[in-house]
């Protein structure tokens, strides 16, 4: 799976746009990017993935840019709550031989500030 | 609908000792993954169950076995623990074929196993 690269840590004001970025410039044809957060003392929840077109669902946004290169996780109304450590990682072909193994890196810290 | 439930939520064991950690898997679920997540650090796949048999495995040691009951829940089992085996050990379930599959895992809240 393709390795990727996250700032270690970020900071947002209550009620803006938090904006993650991601580079995963090794992605390959078939890899997926997935994004997973992890709030303090919690297991890692999923928040939103793509291959190439932007997706959207009701927690965030994934904006991927046309080759591929990087994407960033927009969360459009940053919360208290969102304060956590949020995880980019490339899967290659969903439902496949990957099934389940998630590669971890270590994560941007997000912190939501009132 | 119960989520992925995980037993124990913490405990302590000594050098040497062994270990059995749990996890019943999200309701429909198949698949079980285990993680080790050491402090400061990124979860670490350690092995996947589906069936009954171990599908997949990540760089760990053989002190690290496990086992999947036919009700679908799991057990991670560690022997002669080491200092740092201490870590939160999280079980993530997912369902092997579905149409529909996201590739998203279920997490549990994890156990947290502290190694003196």
């Known amino acids: 799976d393709a390795k990727t690269t996250q700032p270690p840590s970020m900071d947002c004001a209550e009620g803006r746009a938090a904006n993650l970025p991601c580079n995963h410039s090794?992605?390959?044809?078939?890899?997926?990017v997935y994004w997973y957060r992890q709030i303090h003392s919690q297991g890692p929840q999923y928040i939103i993935h793509?291959?190439?077109n932007n997706e959207t669902n009701e927690m965030a946004s994934l904006i991927i840019t046309e080759d591929r290169k990087s994407s960033t996780l927009i969360l459009p109304h940053a919360t208290l709550r969102d304060t956590a450590v949020y995880y980019c990682?490339?899967?290659?072909?969903?439902?496949?031989?990957?099934?389940?193994?998630?590669?971890f890196g270590q994560g941007t810290i997000l912190t939501v500030h009132p | 609908d119960a989520g992925v439930t995980q037993s124990p939520t913490h405990l302590i064991k000594t050098r040497g000792q062994q270990v059995t950690l749990r996890c019943s898997p999200k309701?429909?679920?198949?698949?079980v993954s285990w993680y080790q997540q050491a402090l400061g650090q990124g979860p670490q796949f350690i092995f996947q169950?589906?069936?009954?048999?171990?599908?997949q495995r990540g760089n760990f040691p053989d002190r690290f076995s496990g086992h999947q009951f036919p009700n679908y829940s799991s057990e991670l089992n560690v022997n002669a623990l080491l200092l740092g085996d201490s870590a939160l050990y999280l079980c993530?379930?997912?369902?092997?074929?579905?149409?529909?599959?996201?590739?998203?895992?279920?997490f549990g809240e994890g156990s947290r196993l502290t190694v003196l």
């Open positions: 993530a379930s997912s369902l092997a074929w579905d149409r529909r599959y996201t590739g998203e895992l279920f």
């Open positions: 090794t992605i390959s044809g078939n890899e997926y």
């Open positions: 793509g291959l190439k």
């Open positions: 990682i490339v899967l290659l072909n969903a439902g496949g031989t990957s099934y389940g193994k998630l590669t």
């Open positions: 309701s429909g679920h198949d698949t």
């Open positions: 169950y589906y069936e009954e048999e171990e599908r």
